[in-house]
């Protein structure tokens, strides 16, 4: 096996792997030679499987709801079915709702709730036990450097993922003897379409145009930049690396620098 194909052989599951982030991972993975089975509401219309086995890996794109045990179940069992097995799990989808507490509806905070943070409990809790009996795994949750800084507008996003780091060890702890690792990736901005949508509600509400706001949002990073997709997209490949087996339990921030 070529040191660029490291990953011949072994299956990942990417949610929310048809945009953004999650896309970006699994790209990264399938260049790494994974096969690679993509989920989202949309995956159905999806051009991602196509780009993924253009990298040299099988690919299956599905639609996938994360807050639905039902539909978890059956991506799950598809994959099993296309690829026999379940190695690397990244929980990549995820939502936001902009409100402040008083003002929240009870809708969206339990919608925020149930897709970042009960949608990795599905998904981990199907793909885990397999992992646990093969001795190998690799699951990674996107957190978010808003786990650990708040932000008044906010707070169904912040707690959801404060929660997803609370998860992460949890399940660290309970795959640790088996060979299964567990970590989250806390991204700051990340230059994505999600993101530049969020930058404009905020520009608004600032008084400010799009490219005013996304310059001094740069010009603030340490790194006077953005984070990029495809770097986290690496990282997560790093972390299936064989060798990176030790790196289990933790909170890795991508973030150019800044604390948000």
């Known amino acids: 096996m070529s040191q660029s194909k490291f990953l011949q052989g072994r299956v990942a599951i990417v949610t929310g792997g048809t ?14 030679g994974a096969n690679v089975a993509v989920g989202s509401p949309s995956a159905h219309s999806s051009s991602c499987q196509a780009e ?6 099988k690919a299956l794109a599905m639609p996938l709801d994360v807050s639905s045990t039902d539909s978890v179940q059956r ?11 379940v190695d690397i799990l990244v929980n990549s989808a995820g939502i936001v709702a902009r409100s402040t507490l008083c003002d929240h509806s009870d809708e969206d905070w339990y919608r925020v709730i149930d ?36 932000d008044r507008r906010l707070s169904a996003y912040c707690a959801s993922k404060a929660g997803v780091l609370g998860l992460t060890r949890c399940v660290a702890l309970e795959g640790a003897p088996h060979g299964v690792s567990c970590n989250a990736i806390s991204p700051g901005w990340v230059e994505t379409k999600l993101a530049k949508n969020a930058i404009k509600e905020l520009a608004k509400a600032e008084g400010q145009s799009f490219d005013e706001y996304f310059d001094q949002l740069k010009r ?7 984070i990029q997709p495809q770097e986290v997209g690496e990282l997560a490949v790093f972390l299936c690396r064989d060798a990176a087996l030790g790196i289990t339990m933790g909170d890795l921030t991508i973030s150019a620098g800044s604390i948000w």
């Open 19 to 32: 945009s953004g982030i999650g896309k970006a991972i699994a790209l990264a993975l399938g260049a790494g």
């Open 220 to 226: 603030n990073s340490p790194q006077q930049r953005m």
């Open 75 to 85: 991506f799950g069992d598809a994959v099993i079915k296309a690829f026999g097995k």
């Open 52 to 57: 993924i086995e253009a990298k040299g890996g």
């Open 115 to 150: 897709v970042n943070l009960n949608g990795m409990y599905r998904t981990i809790k199907f793909c885990l036990p397999g992992m646990i009996e093969r001795k190998w795994g690799r699951i990674i949750n996107i957190a978010s450097t808003a786990a650990s800084v708040g």
